[in-house]
Each structure stands twice: as C-alpha cells, then as structure tokens.
C-alpha cells in the first residue's frame, strides 16, 4: 500500500478534454457539462434526494442518484429492542474495503486473518462466559461511490459498487486485481492466496449459525466454508476510484430502502447488534459538491481554494487531487510554522457530506431509537497499537491514535523507490503519513472515519476500535471487535 504514484496514475491534465485521477489511471475518454448534482440532507431526519443544482453548471458530472430516496424509519422506542421473545444474537457485519490502487498489500493482509475471524466470531461468549451461538450476515461493499474525475478511466466492465454487496468470487474477477495505468500494479496473490474456488454465497451476503449456512461450492477438505467464502468475496481489488469515500458506502449499504435490506432474508435485521469495519489509507472523500474538484475551475478561488499549490510553484493551483478530500474535510492549526501541526479537526466547509449525516443515522436513528448496538472496527492510516487491554473488550491502550500526529511530508517520509520528492506528496495528499512501514507502505489519517467511530462510545462503553492498516496482523483488530461483541451479544431466552 505504498503511497507512491506514477505520473500517468496522479491527478493530471492531459490535455484540454483529458482527465488522470491519481489511483484512476489512463484516459479513456472525457465527461461532459452537465448540472452539478450533488446529494443533500443531514442524517437524524435524513433524506437523500437528487436535483438540479442551484449554483449553476460546470464541466464535470457527478455520479448518478437520480431517483434514490433514503427515507429513516419513524422513532419507535418499541423497534428493535431485544426483549424476551426475541433473538439477541443475531450480528449483522458489514465491510467497507477500499479498493484504490495502493491496497493491494493491505487485502491480502487482510485475507490472511479472515479464517481467524470466522474462528472469533464463532466461539463469541456472552458476559456470562456462555456460548452466543451468533446467528451472522457478513456483507461485503467497497470504498467506491463513484468521482467525476475517476469515471472517464474506469476499466469498460467496472462500475462503482456505491454501497451494493459483493458477493462474487474474486477468482472470478482477477482483472480487478490489476491496476491502472500504463504500467499497471498486479497483485492477483491478494485474491488466490486465500480463495482457491468459486466459493460464494447464495444470497447477496453470507448467513451461518453453527452447521448451518449458504455457502456454496465449498471444499470439503478446505476448512470452514464460511471462511473460504470470507476470503473469495472479501478481496475487492485495486482498480476502484482513488477518491474513497467509504462513509456514503457505508451509509448505502444500510439503506433499509435497498433490496438487500428487504425481503424475507434482509441483511440489516430488526434486534442484531451491527459492526461495521472500514478499511482505508487515504482521507474520506465522501462528496457534496463536486464543483470544488472541477478542474476547469483552477482559476476560481471559491472552488480551488482546498487544493494545494503545484509542487515549487508557490500560488499556483494547477489541479485538484486527493488533497482537497484532507483540506476540504479537516482543519489544522500550525501556530509555531514547524510543519507540525498541534491539532487537526473535522470540519464542515460544505465540501463534503457533514459528518452529522452519518453520526446521526448511526447513532442518533440506530442507536437511540432503534436501541440497536453498532460497533465500528476502523483499519486506517494511525500508528502501530503497541497495548490493548488485557480484558474484554481488549481495546487499544497505547500507540494508535493516541500517537497520531499531523505533520506535512518530510524527505524521511520517502520510502526506497519511490521517487516523488516531499512536495510532491504534500500536493498529492495535504498532509503527512499517519503511519509507515517498508514492508506494508504508509497511509494518510482518516480523520472523519475516527471521529465516526468514536461517537458511538458511550458511557464508557467502547464501541469503537482503530488500529493500523500498516500492521502485517490484523488479528488485534479482530480480537477488539470480538471482545466488544461478547459485550454486545446475548444467549437467547
């Protein structure tokens, strides 16, 4: 997952009708000028409509929501509760994978603990030490909602997954697993080293409970079907759209107005306690106004001012890239000028979807009103954890984003290899690496997913797990989010 581009791969205007994404790859034709149409609403009475924008027309096209309407339930303290006569064991997990092109290291990580977790979440106990026995759906979605700028260099049979589960083998799809560009990344080891067949579901996400499950073309020498279907399905790929914007994946996927969500066999149930575990190295770009991305607009100060001056031009803003997601979405005070900065906060600046939007549904709709229990297991760009705690819920105690520090990019940043110099990286990404490793590479803070996550810790009750997506393991991520389910799930009756 190292954070290193070719110039083909950068952001970068190609000629007047040509567009490269950084993570996007070459041209494969140009968007026309339409209304920009950005979605609209606050999640707490959240309802997403599409529509014409106000402020005019601009080169660039959004991605499609004609038509979509997510309309919240109405406030029922009697929905969802987990009372006598119904199930508490029921766990809904969803995953939100990043598939841009540096993440090919970190899927393939990520599959190497896949039957671990299976194992985990399997032999969950509740408080008492008795066994839960979880009836479990494991859905899986990517980081792609879809960006003007990546849609002209989107490979012919791709299209963004914007929150709909993946429930395809990725031996079945390995040109996912080549990037783009003219001398494109492969790394299809991230999908056969754990996924040895077409082993999927036969529904649009995985269900098990002990023996039970709908897991088809198992091998019956292969060890747990459940994790063979985990690991066929879990791997995304590394040629979505540099631009992530996991929270708007996240929050489509649990659209209840989605087919998934409906039905007879539904993923998000009434009473199931939900975790959600998003995986990503860069900053969350969930877009509200595209305008701020258009690089026709370089010479407008309103809509450039969140990109960063070309590298050794001081003043020139040339073109937007993944920087604006940072400096549209976080604010950073550096009052001594050394280029580290002594804090760093999520911001509103009508850029970017509100974070209240998605805390609200989570919290304020899920949580207080449906009192169902969400929990979050964010991988993201934070330093190595170097403590947990050693009793349920095994949370991190030390390292992580208690050693999370916001700095711009230093020439001790630059990996071997890796030719960009210090200012390059600081115009590709708007700050510096929350962590770096040479063996797994580094990744950008993610500071809207933290602050996500920790809103839904209350009352000293941890909901919220982060650890590094530059470890190598991810079996201390797993052990947190099963520690906090034995907190969370129940014995039924």
Not at 29 to 34: I, P
Not at 420 to 437: H, N, S, V
Request: hydrophobic share 35%; aromatic share 6%.
């Amino acid at each position: 997952m190292t954070i290193q581009r070719s110039h083909l791969q950068r952001l970068t205007v190609l000629s007047a009708l040509g567009l490269a994404l950084s993570g996007c790859g070459d041209d494969k034709g140009d968007s026309d000028s339409v209304s920009s149409n950005p979605m609209t609403g606050i999640a707490g009475g959240l309802t997403l409509t599409s529509g014409p924008d106000s402020e005019g027309t601009t080169s660039i096209t959004p991605p499609t929501t004609t038509g979509m309407k997510f309309d919240l339930p109405p406030d029922d303290s009697s929905a969802n509760g987990c009372g006598t006569d119904m199930a508490c064991n029921l766990l809904d997990v969803l995953f939100v994978i990043d598939n841009s092109g540096t993440m090919g290291e970190e899927q393939k990580n990520l599959a190497a603990n896949f039957p671990y977790l299976i194992e985990k979440l399997r032999n969950v106990k509740d408080e008492n030490d008795q066994p839960v026995n979880a009836n479990i759906n494991i859905m899986v979605t990517t980081t792609d909602f879809g960006h003007p700028l990546c849609s002209p260099f989107e490979k012919p049979d791709y299209d963004p997954a914007k929150g709909a589960p993946i429930n395809t083998a990725c031996v079945d799809r390995l040109g996912r697993f080549t990037g783009l560009g003219g001398n494109p990344v492969m790394v299809p080891e991230a999908c056969t080293n754990g996924c040895k067949g077409s082993v999927v579901p036969s529904d649009t996400f995985i269900n098990f409970q002990l023996d039970q499950n709908n897991i088809l073309n198992a091998d019956p020498n292969g060890g747990d079907p459940v994790a063979q279907a985990l690991s066929c399905i879990g791997p995304q790929g590394i040629d979505g759209c540099g631009m992530e914007a996991p929270l708007e994946t996240m929050l489509q996927a649990l659209d209840p107005n989605k087919p998934w969500n409906q039905g007879a066999k539904p993923f998000l149930r009434d009473g199931a306690v939900l975790a959600i575990i998003v995986m990503t190295d860069e900053a969350e770009c969930s877009v509200k106004d595209y305008k701020y991305f258009d690089p026709q607009l370089a010479g407008d100060p309103m809509f450039n001012q969140y990109w960063e001056d070309a590298p050794n031009m001081p003043g020139v803003k040339d073109e937007p890239t993944s920087a604006v997601c940072f400096n549209a979405g976080v604010s950073c005070v550096d009052a001594n000028a050394d280029g580290i900065y002594e804090s760093c906060m999520s911001e509103d600046k009508g850029v970017l979807q509100p974070l209240s939007r998605y805390i609200g549904y989570l919290k304020t709709v899920l949580v207080e009103q449906q009192h169902k229990e969400v929990i979050m297991l964010g991988i993201l760009g934070v330093p190595k954890v170097t403590a947990h705690n050693m009793d349920p819920p095994f949370e991190p105690t030390a390292g992580g984003v208690f050693d999370l520090v916001y700095r711009v990019w230093n020439q001790a940043d630059i990996l071997p290899g890796d030719t960009d110099t210090p200012a390059q990286k600081e115009y590709d990404f708007g700050i510096g690496p929350g962590c770096t490793d040479p063996a797994t590479g580094q990744a950008i803070p993610n500071t809207r997913v933290i602050d996500v996550c920790q809103s839904l810790n209350y009352d000293d009750k941890v909901r919220c797990c982060i650890e590094s997506i530059c470890d190598d393991d991810f079996s201390d991520a797993i052990n947190c989010l099963a520690g906090i389910l034995r907190e969370t799930l129940e014995t039924p009756g």
